[in-house]
């Protein structure tokens, strides 16, 4: 099936430092999200970027679906981006869309 | 709207008893998918329900097993409980399943 790997598995940052976050897949998809795991485990969305790139405030999403990776960046971190962050992609050669495929995820923690 | 609800937020129970966790999606989505986190094995996807029909199944023993109501509330089931099965279990609903996913909070079971 299709795998996910995400890099770097660690981060720690001082505040207010600009950082991004690599999710590299096997095979095609048509498309991929970005999460947010706070530290009460609840997974935020961020992006859904099957392609292209999307901004949200500090936040911007990359995805090169033909080169099978998208990247996540983060600008001007704050303490309150810690968490661990986590992408996924639908496992299409197994009944499709719905059951996503994540990646272990970077565990980031962001330092006053 | 309100978002993804799940009950009970956290349950302790002892091996070989069984459990029952239930989600209630996003009004007016009608997917809704289960999906376990351990340390061990991260984020991995149970099942999935469409129109109280169960559309997709992960790589789990027939231990698990859940259901979809006529209103898309869902429930999934852990029969005799292991210690393994320790886990946070999060539910996610989609308008069709073919979208952005969202999460809930998350129960947390621990088997003792």
């Known amino acids: 099936g299709i795998q996910v790997e995400q890099s770097p598995p660690d981060l720690i940052l001082q505040e207010g430092a600009n950082s991004t976050l690599r999710c590299n897949f096997s095979d095609s998809v048509n498309n991929l999200q970005w999460f947010h795991q706070n530290p009460w485990g609840q997974l935020i969305n961020l992006f859904y970027i099957p392609s292209g790139t999307k901004q949200n405030g500090r936040l911007s999403a990359t995805t090169v679906a033909t080169e099978r990776y998208s990247l996540l960046y983060i600008s001007s971190s704050q303490t309150t981006d810690s968490g661990v962050y986590f992408c996924a992609v639908p496992n299409m050669f197994s009944g499709g869309y719905n059951k996503l495929i994540f990646g272990a995820g970077t565990r980031l923690a962001v330092h006053p | 709207k309100a978002g993804v609800t799940q009950t009970p937020r956290y349950l302790i129970k002892t091996r070989g008893q069984q459990v029952t966790l239930s989600c209630s999606p996003i009004s007016g989505h009608r997917s809704v998918s289960w999906y376990q986190q351990t340390p061990g094995q991260g984020l991995q996807f149970l099942f999935e329900?469409?129109?109280?029909?169960?559309?997709n199944k992960g790589n789990f023993p027939g231990r698990f097993s859940g259901r979809q109501f006529s209103n898309s509330r869902s429930e999934m089931n852990v029969s005799t409980l292991e210690l393994g099965d320790s886990a946070l279990y999060l539910c996610a609903s989609s308008p069709s399943g073919e979208e952005t996913q969202y999460f809930g909070p998350g129960t947390r079971l621990l088997v003792l």
């Open positions: 329900y469409f129109s109280e029909t169960q559309r």
